[in-house]
């Protein structure tokens, strides 16, 4: 379930309150004042059978006694009533209830969903604090304060943040559209609020505070749509050992690891922060700033000392400041005393007047190179601050979208501080605090960015003779398990490997014979590595298992007696089955990295990059992304890696071959997609320099369970088994789902429509179309929305899109909204018939129930092409130029005598 009755939480048209009590400081006394003495002008019940009436209003003893049916209910009442109450509520045909109450147990939770799932009666808790809509007035909580209107909508897992929350935010001055506290989320959750949230008209920004999350898939599609629609700012607890228990007993969930969490967040567009404080910080600046793209920064001030303390803070998240051009530099000499700073942070030192800050600004400002620009004023006796922000507000809209202002003081800026605020320029109280807010749009933009990635299983443009051995593995998979075996042997890991066009080195097996190991290194060549061979032992250099650089027989021999004795001597139980040998790889300017998988609890199927080696546990330099992985993805996982940096060269080392090492983690996120009985592996070490990479050991861990595979991906990656090439009219033709890199052709597509076929699409004409919304056309979420275009050579012999037919489903994937378009000189084709049986037969497949849209009445050819496809009314149709049409997905197809007359005539 998702957002369906949710509006009965935050707009009812009546409240109850079962369990209300006149008992100083008890739940039922707070609820029931809050709700009573707040500015809710629906009407309000008290349920509770000692009392005939409260505060001076009726109390009824049942719930049947009740006068009229209550929209929202809160519950206050002991455990092991509340699943009859649900039931009672349910049958009046109340919509939604909150459940404030603690202590019940797993089969009190679980009758209380199975009483309101029938009659969809929506349930939020239980053990929370409830819920303020303070647009209305409504407060349903037992929380010590009301909360002030405004546009920022807070939800959260802990109830005592709730409250701690309300109360800081109350002194603060700062007002919210919506104050929810989820509690144990029985039902309304994460995904239902984010679906709610992000289309609600008076939400501006969503913040969360997280300890966990159950539906990972719901949780990634919900926060992936509502971030392409408005900021999502996260408090994820947990991030230490200690926090992640104390938040799984808390909730009752597992927490899951803490760096899987911060890639979800990033891979769903959201940012994450650390603190109220910058919880608040991060909404103010996104909704002041978020235009702003740079990810340098110039500093503009009128102190060296501030200026410094801001370079430091920058410094310190790692934030650069922009190299100025020679001509910037030249023309700040025109303009500022021969004293200036003559670098960045540019310092017009403390006597300047309002022409030299506007003067300096513009230099700045043409210079694009110069990025976002801080500009940090301390109060002096030379000239009020009030005039020079004046100055700074009224220049153009362009320049202020590039600038951060910084009033240095108390009272002597509060002025100041007001005409940026008023002017919409983002302002903060401390160059520190700038500096950090700065960093957390940049991520923010990052975080973006992912989220518009819309990668496939198998890499786009893979030649098939790059293509893997996917037969291969799946049978050395299957041998495996049947014989009990969950570990492969390192010569088996390598065989997967090398089966997806991984490089690995040669690896040859011999039985466990020191003799028998010397011959076969003479016959590789010399130098050479020898490591054990068992089926017990994964990490072969913990029992001294592997010996590099024996570069004759004799060593061989010594190290393969040594070796053998070692692991007789520290693992006695361990079954041996020989040695490995192997020529040793010598490459100049090598690194040593790690590219592994596993399955995360939470969140499923998760890639690890980082810096590998025997120490890779002690230098810890590792990040995880979730998959599927394409190169800009896969690009980003690395960049947020320490050996990221050695990677890129230095002095007399080359860069790395970073495609090399691209290539080989979508390799890996491919076989996790592939083999739904990967359950770990890790390449380590992969060598990588400017030639290549080469994997020089692997492990693999197999599960029957198949607890891989891309169904347990947290998001689902391009369905490209979707395409499908045919011929059309003498055309060749593929049918396929849209992708971002369609975009430019999709421009092509819409500009050259016909105005008034347009106006038969949208209900209006227009020639443009913002970047963000042509985004939004072509960078979407498989999980709920599909694009059919279709594509064919155009004139020039390039792609050229002809047509395409979407829809949009509703969170419950009960109806979905569908439009279409195509070419103008195509219509009468035949074409927009292709595109919508397409579209028809996948949500069908995908269990859909409805398809629906909302039709000119004068769009005759398509209402005549909806009459073909078996399209109704719907039984309420409105009242102007406009019909509304349906198709139940779920019911056998019609016949055409059938189909005809499902739409009356026009």
């Known amino acids: 379930m998702s957002v369906r009755n949710l509006d009965s939480f935050f707009e009812p048209s009546s409240v109850a309150v079962i369990g209300a009590s006149s008992r100083p400081a008890s739940v039922g006394a707070t609820v029931w004042r809050n709700l009573t003495q707040g500015a809710f002008r629906g009407p309000a019940f008290a349920v509770n059978p000692k009392y005939a009436e409260l505060e001076g209003r009726p109390c009824h003893a049942r719930v049947a006694d009740l006068p009229d049916v209550p929209e929202l209910a809160v519950i206050c009442t002991p455990p092991d009533t509340v699943a009859g109450l649900i039931t009672e509520l349910a049958t009046l045909g109340t919509r939604a209830a909150v459940v404030l109450t603690a202590g019940m147990s797993g089969e009190q939770k679980q009758a209380m969903l199975d009483a309101a799932r029938p009659r969809l009666l929506r349930l939020l808790g239980p053990n929370c604090i409830g819920l303020l809509a303070p647009h209305i007035g ?122 899987v969490y911060e890639a979800a967040i990033a891979r769903a567009g959201m940012l994450r922060v650390n603190s109220l404080q910058e919880l608040f910080l991060a909404a103010e600046t996104l909704a002041r700033f978020r235009t702003n793209r740079s990810e340098s920064l110039t500093i503009l001030t009128n102190g060296g000392g501030a200026g410094v303390m801001a370079a430091d803070a920058a410094a310190q998240v790692n934030v650069p400041l922009a190299e100025l051009g020679v001509s910037t530099l030249e023309r700040l000499e025109t303009v500022l005393p021969g004293n200036w700073s003559h670098g960045n942070p540019v310092d017009i030192i403390g006597d300047a007047p309002v022409a030299r800050y506007m003067d300096a600004l513009q230099v700045l400002c043409d210079d694009t190179a110069a990025g ?54 983002a302002d903060f109280p401390t160059p520190e605090e700038a500096v950090r807010a700065f960093s957390m749009l940049v991520n923010y933009h990052r975080n973006q960015a992912e989220l518009m990635e819309a990668p496939s299983v198998v890499p786009r443009g893979t030649p098939p003779e790059a293509a893997p051995d996917t037969a291969a593995v799946r049978a050395l998979v299957r041998d495996a398990l049947a014989n009990g075996r969950e570990m492969l042997t390192e010569p088996e890991a390598k065989a997967v490997l090398d089966a997806y066009r991984i490089p690995v080195v040669a690896t040859r097996v011999v039985p466990a014979d020191p003799a028998a190991a010397a011959d076969m290194a003479s016959q590789i060549g010399f130098p050479v590595a020898l490591k054990i061979l068992s089926p017990d032992i994964s990490h072969k250099s913990d029992v001294g298992g592997v010996a590099l650089g024996l570069d004759n027989m004799d060593a061989v021999r010594e190290a393969a007696q040594t070796m053998l004795a070692r692991v007789h001597r520290w693992r006695p139980e361990a079954r041996l089955d020989g040695f490995t040998v192997q020529a040793l790889v010598r490459r100049n300017h090598v690194q040593e990295i790690i590219v592994g998988a596993t399955i995360d609890r939470v969140f499923g199927p998760v890639i690890l990059f980082g810096q590998g080696g025997t120490a890779v546990e002690v230098t810890a330099d590792r990040a995880v992304a979730l998959p599927p992985l394409n190169v800009p993805l896969a690009r980003a996982l690395v960049s947020r890696t320490r050996v990221s940096r050695l990677l890129q060269g230095w002095r007399d080392t080359p860069a790395a071959n970073l495609d090399a090492v691209y290539a080989a983690m979508m390799a890996v996120s491919q076989l996790l997609a592939d083999i739904p009985e990967l359950a770990e592996l890790d390449i380590n070490p992969l060598i990588v320099n400017h030639e290549g990479v080469m994997a020089l050991d692997a492990r693999i861990r197999l599960s029957s369970a198949k607890p891989a595979g891309a169904a347990n991906f947290a998001i689902r990656p391009y369905p490209s088994e979707l395409a499908e090439t045919l011929a059309w009219n003498g055309r060749t033709v593929e049918l396929r789902p849209i992708r971002p890199e369609d975009e430019a052709g999709h421009v092509e597509f819409l500009t050259n429509l016909d105005p008034e076929d347009v106006r038969m699409r949208v209900f209006y004409s227009r020639r443009t179309m913002e970047r963000s919304e042509l985004a939004r056309l072509t960078q979407i979420d498989y999980t709920r929305e599909m ?27 009960t109806s979905a909204e569908f439009g279409i378009i195509v070419r103008s000189e195509l219509k009468g084709s035949g074409l927009g018939r292709l595109l919508m049986d397409k579209l028809i037969a996948y949500l069908r497949a995908s269990g859909t129930q409805q398809l629906v849209a909302t039709v000119l009445r004068e769009n005759e050819r398509m209402l005549e092409l909806s009459r073909e496809l078996g399209f109704r009314d719907a039984e309420v149709q409105p009242e102007h130029v406009t019909r509304d049409i349906v198709l139940d997905l779920q019911a056998p197809a019609m016949a055409g005598d059938r189909a005809s007359a499902a739409l009356s005539a026009p």
């Open 138 to 259: 409504l407060n349903a909580s037992f929380a010590h304060i009301d909360a002030k209107p405004g546009e920022l909508a807070f939800v959260s897992q802990s109830g005592a943040l709730v409250t701690a929350m309300l109360d800081w935010a109350d002194a603060q001055r700062i007002g919210f559209s919506h104050f929810v506290s989820l509690g144990e989320h029985a039902d309304v959750d994460f995904g239902d609020m984010l679906d709610y949230l992000a289309t609600d008209a008076r939400t501006r920004a969503i913040l969360l505070y997280v300890e966990s999350v159950e539906s990972p898939r719901k949780f990634m599609s919900a926060a992936r749509a509502a971030a392409r629609n408005k900021p999502v700012i996260v408090i994820k607890s947990g991030r230490s050992t200690q926090g992640q228990r104390a938040a799984a007993s808390h909730t009752g969930a597992l927490a899951g690891s803490d760096a």
């Open 787 to 813: 694009a059919f275009i279709a594509v064919a050579p155009g004139p020039d012999g390039a792609p050229q899109t002809l047509g395409v037919a979407r829809a949009l489903a509703d969170p419950d994937n």
């Open 372 to 425: 976002a620009i801080l500009f940090i004023h301390a109060p002096t006796a030379i000239v009020p601050s009030a005039d020079i922000a004046r100055a700074l507000a009224a220049v153009p809209q362009s320049t202020t979208a590039r600038l951060m202002g910084c009033w240095l003081g108390g009272h002597g800026v509060e002025a100041a501080r007001q005409i940026f605020k008023d002017a919409g320029i």
